[in-house]
């Protein structure tokens, strides 16, 4: 499978999982798409750790450094999976993972040259020392614990949203 | 939990639960909801393929366990894990207990562990001082009502809404619902609180990755990171069968275990925790427990009933068994219930416990058509039966009545004589009181078809 | 041809119209019938329940009974067939003599569909009959012989019947042999939402190639009051020989 295979194929399947998937070209549509994801956000958490986390604009009132408190929390995936429509995030280089965990709202964005075609290429990459917690994101939390009813946005967030740049 | 000494009384309980209409509109809607999704889940797959390799798999490290073991130990030890091997269930509570203790800690949250329920964790805590707080919703469910889990996958299954919405109100004083979303978010509220002021978090694995020394959970809700990413210390407990060799054979389960248990392709969230937070690391608890469960696992896998331990606890056995979807999995009156909690409950607890539960089989074989790891559950079940007679623990009636048959089957005369005083005495035998049982059965003929024939 | 007929334990003793269909079908198509004196039960009551001494024995008197006949076995029931095909060299395994002729009574069995099917090829000339049929896929029949197909297609080949499908055909009715009388309650829980689904089609007969099955059946029917008949598949077409 190409590389445009790979993401076409994570763009279906993320968008089976509802997680939203957008993909952008440039750096004026993620601007815009992130702008529209965030919109209805009035405190959102950026870690700001990788280039790309650096480069996204937030309305410094909008900011917080708090991810317990915060509606959103916008980050960069380390890695995506197309096979599941799923994200990867990684404790790597300082990445609290759990702050996508906590807001109601996960926005991920991830580089379309991190996309794995299937769960064993991305599995069989990761050598024998793991960072200490690699998390797989396949849509927003949910439960069906009651009746089988389905009811999203349980602990984890309620909504996730996808940018492919 | 019932008195271990004594056998579970399958067929009373079974009685029990078919009086319950509640009970069994809830199993059929369960049952039949997870049998559908597994079925359309597989139905474009290689399902035949992917069991053989993990079947395959899973007993290539049953076959070498110990190393298996070994190696995970050194490896989550390298990863700043600290890792325990309990022999049983009291040798694994007082573990966990004395590292609460030991951190002056009153208060855990959990997220679901089956393991932890087989060794009665929670009891044994509370006696101890300490409070756990069950944060998988279905778990918080029965934690408030007092009850143990009817189902591996879904705890809770077998209440309606009504029963949670009034079990909330009167529990947790909050306004009478039925609405499955709201009482998740009365749930949500009461648990984030826990989740952000506690000082540990217990959880089970669903994995045990041997070449990195990485744990590996799978969950939809949440509740397991929160439990595993917040609290400064993190206690894992699980069973030794549990092993696999390192993380390239993970996606053969990911793909295999969600779709067996609920029908999903994959969990909302699977996490791989390798030991405690290193320096530079923003996640992971600080201090990080492993807790090696044997329980007698060890000596079943130089048995005849090793296969069993392929298991991977996906619950598609329940939900495929007729009996388990009448009666639900109190009536089994142990840990695991259905097809693979009969075979564990008689390997782990043993026959005297367990000689009734192998009577909750048709042995119609449709578990071991779904389990994903091959585990030949018919197979294991009719060993079993075979050994409860060996052992002399069915009826005195019924092995009379087998002895007999036994003699007629070999003997055309006493055959023939059995069929002439079946046919005579009928009367008189449904008289008996046998109504449910040879009441059944039609009469037998006054001419049978070898006299027709012959 | 010349095939011997094994009866089975419950159309010997309660059902032996089935027996008597069994005889007229196939001799319909031009089959020659052995009936073995001396036969009795194939030993799945003792074998289901655990009892394998027992078993042993009623599978040393199956095999002393056809081992000096010739030509196929026929056995209209897929618990007793399977029994012999499946169970009967694993009841031997520790014994090369008796496993060895277990398994060669084992590779001359039919159930009765079986042979109807791939020897016979019945299905090609098909039956004539009427109503609505539908028909129980019993477990043994089903997962252990795998003959899924061949009840199929000779049901569906009744000129004049309409044949339903029934949901969750392959469902447990609840018979399980002894399961029948140790759990008598989950027995006739099972029976009755088996009977639910039968109602459902709106067929006026049930069919099965499992007596056991289509007697735990029958029980609800009668407990429910319904007029759904209960046939075996023998009787079934040897009501509609062309």
Redesign the interface.
């Known amino acids: 499978m190409t590389q445009e295979e790979t993401i076409a194929l994570f763009m279906d399947n993320a968008a089976k999982v509802a997680a939203e998937p957008i993909r952008v070209a440039d750096g004026g549509a993620f601007q815009k798409a992130l702008d529209d994801a965030l919109a209805e956000a009035d405190s959102i958490f950026c870690p700001a750790i990788t280039e790309k986390e650096k480069a996204v604009q937030i309305a410094a009132e909008k900011r917080t450094e708090d991810y317990v408190s915060a509606s959103v929390c916008v980050e960069e995936a380390t890695a995506a999976i197309a096979e599941t429509g799923s994200l990867v995030f990684s404790s790597q280089g300082g990445k609290p993972v759990q702050a996508g965990l906590l807001p109601a709202q996960h926005v991920a964005i991830v580089s379309s040259e991190n996309i794995y075609e299937t769960l064993d290429d991305y599995f069989s990459a990761i050598g024998a020392s793991p960072p200490t917690n690699i998390t797989l994101e396949t849509g927003p939390s949910r439960t069906a614990d009651i009746e089988l009813t389905l009811t999203i946005g349980v602990h984890g967030p309620g909504r996730l949203t996808v940018i492919v740049f | 939990m019932s008195d271990s000494s004594s056998s579970i009384p399958f067929r009373a309980n079974a009685a029990t639960a078919l009086r319950n209409s509640t009970l069994r509109a809830a199993m059929r809607n369960a049952t039949e909801t997870f049998t559908t999704k597994r079925a359309d889940a597989v139905a474009a797959f290689p399902l035949e393929e992917w069991r053989e390799q993990v079947s395959a798999m899973r007993l290539h490290v049953l076959d070498h366990l110990s190393d298996y073991v070994d190696r995970f130990e050194r490896n989550a030890a390298r990863s700043g894990a600290k890792v325990h091997r309990a022999k049983d269930s009291r040798a694994a509570r007082e573990i966990i207990a004395s590292i609460l203790k030991d951190h002056s800690i009153g208060r855990v949250v959990k997220s679901k562990s089956m393991v932890s329920e087989e060794i009665h964790l929670n009891d044994y805590l509370q006696k101890e001082g300490i409070t756990v707080v069950e944060t998988d919703l279905g778990e918080y469910i029965i934690q408030i009502a007092g009850e143990g889990p009817s189902h591996i996958i879904v705890p809770a299954i077998h209440k309606d809404r009504r029963q949670v919405g009034k079990l909330f109100a009167e529990k947790l004083g909050c306004e009478y619902s039925d609405d499955p979303a709201i009482l998740t978010g009365v749930a949500k509220k009461v648990l984030r609180e826990e989740f952000l002021s506690a000082k540990a978090g217990i959880s089970g694995a669903n994995f045990a990755v041997a070449d990195s020394g990485s744990i590996v959970i799978f969950t939809n809700e949440g509740n397991g990171r929160m439990c595993t990413t917040l609290p400064s210390l993190h206690i894992v407990i699980l069973s030794i069968e549990k092993l696999i060799p390192s993380l390239a054979d993970l996606p053969k389960f990911i793909r295999l275990l969600p779709r067996s248990a609920t029908g999903q392709m994959i969990t909302s969230y699977l996490s791989v925790i390798t030991g405690s937070r290193e320096p530079g690391e923003s996640t992971g608890a600080q201090e990080m427990h492993i807790v090696l469960l044997d329980n007698g696992r060890s000596g079943i896998i130089s048995g005849e009933y090793r296969e069993m331990l392929k298991c991977i606890r996906c619950g598609a056995c329940l939900n495929a068994c007729p009996v388990y979807r009448m009666v639900g999995g109190h009536a089994y009156g142990s840990t695991y219930p259905g097809p693979m909690g009969i075979v564990l409950t008689a390997l782990l607890e043993g026959m005297e416990r367990a000689y009734n539960l192998l009577d909750a089989t048709t042995l119609c074989g449709a578990c071991g058509d779904v389990c994903p790891v091959k585990v030949p559950l018919p197979k294991l079940l009719r060993r079993l039966r075979a050994s409860r007679v060996e052992q002399g623990l069915t009826s005195r009636t019924e092995q009379q009545a087998m002895a007999g048959f036994g003699k007629m089957m070999k003997s055309p005369m006493l055959f023939h004589l059995g069929q002439t005083a079946g046919h005579v005495l009928w009367p008189a035998i449904r008289g008996f009181g046998l109504d449910r049982t040879l009441g059944r059965m039609p009469r037998p003929v006054f001419k049978t078809f070898r006299e027709r024939v012959s | 041809m010349r095939i011997q007929l094994f009866?089975t334990?419950l159309?010997?003793?309660?059902?032996?119209e089935?027996?008597?269909a069994t005889?007229r079908l196939l001799r319909h198509f031009g089959v020659e019938i052995g009936?073995p004196?001396?036969?009795?039960?194939c030993?799945k009551?003792?074998?289901?329940?655990?009892?394998?001494?027992?078993s042993r024995?009623?599978a040393?008197?199956f095999i002393s009974v056809f081992e000096g006949t010739d030509g196929p076995i026929v056995i209209p029931s897929g618990s007793c067939a399977s029994m012999v095909k499946n169970h009967y060299p694993e009841l031997f395994k520790d014994d090369p003599l008796m496993r060895q002729k277990a398994e060669i009574i084992a590779s001359r069995t039919y159930e009765l569909t079986q042979f109807l099917v791939h020897v016979l090829k019945a299905h090609e000339t098909g039956f004539l009959g009427n109503g609505r049929i539908t028909y129980h896929a019993s477990?043994?029949l089903t997962?252990?012989l795998e003959v899924r197909e061949e009840p199929l297609l000779l049901l569906q080949s009744i000129d004049g019947a309409e044949f339903v499908h029934l949901p969750h055909a392959?469902?447990?009715c609840?018979?399980?042999?002894i399961?029948?009388?140790?759990?008598?309650?989950?027995?006739?829980?099972?029976a009755d939402?088996k009977l639910d689904t039968i109602l459902s089609t709106g067929a006026d007969t049930v069919t099965g190639g499992d007596h056991g099955c289509l007697?735990?059946i029958?029980?609800a029917i009668k407990r429910r009051g319904s007029a759904v008949q209960v046939k075996h598949i023998a009787a079934v077409l040897a009501e509609g020989l062309r």
């Open positions: 009866g334990c159309v010997d003793t309660m059902f032996p089935t027996g008597e005889i009936y004196a001396g036969q009795t039960c030993g009551p003792a074998e289901s329940g655990g009892y394998t001494r027992e024995k009623a040393e008197h477990c043994q997962r252990e392959d469902r447990c609840g018979f399980g042999g399961f029948m009388a140790k759990l008598p309650e989950v027995s006739m829980a099972l939402e007697m735990n029958g029980d």
